[in-house]
């Protein structure tokens, strides 16, 4: 792969939001992940810049066999005390996606829930996350859009990346996931209530895809 730019001063971001007491968006899992992953038979799934764990642990809880990555060493251990909390076990590996070790068509579904990656690496790592999804796999995604910008604009408390190249649109998830039956792929306005950075309106890309 390609060198990222998911350099110190990025992995210092982050460790530094989780390492306070309090869960930066919250213990309790993502709405959007939550309707459409009670939709999907209980197998094996990948939680890619999982932070914290909650939307991790609530995939233990339903069943699954859950895998998550994210480049913080303080998300990850917030994420096993809330498994810990839970009843539940999380695998959960700190680093870059390319130094994982993921195999090919391991997961039958993977949850791509605001996992705002580099700009320069986000198509990648889309394409590189497919390889690990077996065939009639699910994608669940939703993340901020270009329009988040003037959300942001209005209320910095919606959060979300200030780059319009870190944002998504429809376009960009079609070409990503071209191998793909859309289920959904929408833009809308959500109210997000998560935690102590994800307030108030935001637009979002919700989509839902099966691999062909």
Do not use: C
């Not at 809330?82 to 700190?94: H, P």
């Not at 942001?152 to 780059?163: L, M, W």
Request: proline content about 2%; charged content about 30%; hydrophobic content about 35%.
């Amino acid at each position: 792969m390609s060198e990222t730019n998911l350099n110190d001063s990025w992995t210092s971001r982050w460790n530094e939001r989780y390492s306070n007491e309090g869960f930066a968006y919250g213990e309790e899992p993502n709405n959007y992940l939550k309707e459409e992953l009670t939709k999907l038979p209980v197998g094996k799934i990948l939680f890619p810049a999982e932070g914290e764990g909650r939307n991790a642990v609530f995939a233990a809880k339903l069943g699954w066999n859950v895998s998550a990555f994210d480049i913080s060493s303080e998300g990850k251990s917030k994420a096993l005390k809330l498994a810990e909390k839970n009843n539940v076990s999380i695998d959960y590996q700190v680093g870059e996606l390319q130094t994982l070790n993921f195999e090919s068509e391991q997961f039958d579904a993977i949850a791509l829930i605001y996992a705002h990656f580099p700009a320069n690496i986000k198509s990648l790592y889309h394409k590189t996350f497919d390889k690990y999804l077996k065939k009639g796999g699910t994608i669940i995604f939703e993340a901020f859009s270009k329009n988040h910008l003037e959300y942001i604009a209005a209320n910095e408390k919606v959060g979300g990346p200030k780059d319009i190249e870190s944002l998504f649109s429809t376009d960009e998830i079609k070409s990503d996931f071209a191998n793909y039956e859309i289920i959904e792929l929408l833009e809308t306005e959500i109210e997000l209530k998560e935690g102590i950075f994800h307030n108030g309106k935001g637009s979002v890309i919700r989509f839902v895809g099966r691999k062909k």
